[in-house]
């Protein structure tokens, strides 16, 4: 069965910084690209970042590009999400899915969310 | 910049057909894929790659996609499938979410 449990959400300042994990069991981890996607509270889903299933593409949505980063441990099936420079507008709840086989487009399977608050 | 756009809500009675639409210019030549989400929870692939099923999802779910929409049909809808539904599609190399539908069962 496959499992995605996010970690790492939680309350931080305007210009703070956070990391998401999440860790990825009952499927072969390293053979699948990865992504993040979020949802505001009362929103709809919003795509952040994704990565390759070897860690040597990673792709990000205008909103958060050059203040969040993606990365990945093939080694024990981890995936990351490094958000720096927080803002108000980052308010939301944090998924991480996994895409089909072969880079095919669709999230396959979804974590059950992770949220994150930027408040002062 | 690249948007997907969706009704922002369908009503529908039990056992009838709901359609859902996903509109964008030349959206055909893409592939779409939709998500059904309840409240409270993860999304749920339920349509990938304009008209496949995962496993596990019900026979009434169907999709299509031609000319610059695809649809999201529901036959037979029953009070289990009230949730928000979205489709979404590659540009470039972003993801793209339509904004949402909710989907009502009276």
């Known amino acids: 069965e496959v499992q995605l449990l996010e970690s790492g959400g939680g309350l931080v300042q305007p210009g703070g910084s956070l990391r998401l994990s999440c860790a990825a069991s009952g499927f072969a981890f390293s053979i699948y690209s990865m992504t993040w996607v979020r949802q505001a509270p009362g929103k709809g889903l919003e795509w952040v970042s994704g990565?390759?299933?070897?860690?040597?593409?990673?792709y990000y949505a205008d909103s958060v590009k050059g203040r969040f980063t993606i990365s990945r441990d093939n080694s024990n099936n981890m995936l990351y999400l490094q958000m720096d420079s927080l803002r108000l507008e980052d308010t939301a709840v944090y998924y991480c899915a996994k895409e089909g086989l072969g880079s095919s487009g669709y999230f396959e399977d979804w974590g059950q969310g992770a949220l994150v608050t930027v408040s002062s | 910049s690249y948007e997907l756009t969706q009704p922002p809500s369908v009503s529908v009675s039990p056992g009838q057909t709901a359609s859902i639409s996903c509109s964008r210019d030349?959206?055909?030549?893409?592939?779409v894929s939709w998500y059904q989400q309840k409240a409270g929870q993860s999304p749920v692939l339920v349509i990938y790659?304009?008209?496949n099923r995962p496993s596990g999802i019900p026979e009434r779910f169907s999709g299509s996609n031609s000319g610059n929409t695809a649809t999201l049909t529901i036959s037979g809808t029953q009070a289990l499938d009230e949730a928000d539904y979205y489709c979404q599609a590659w540009d470039s190399d972003t993801v793209v979410f339509g904004g949402g539908t909710k989907l009502t069962v009276l």
């Open positions: 790659r304009d008209s």
């Open positions: 030349k959206l055909g030549h893409q592939y």
């Open positions: 990565i390759s299933a070897n860690g040597f593409s990673t």
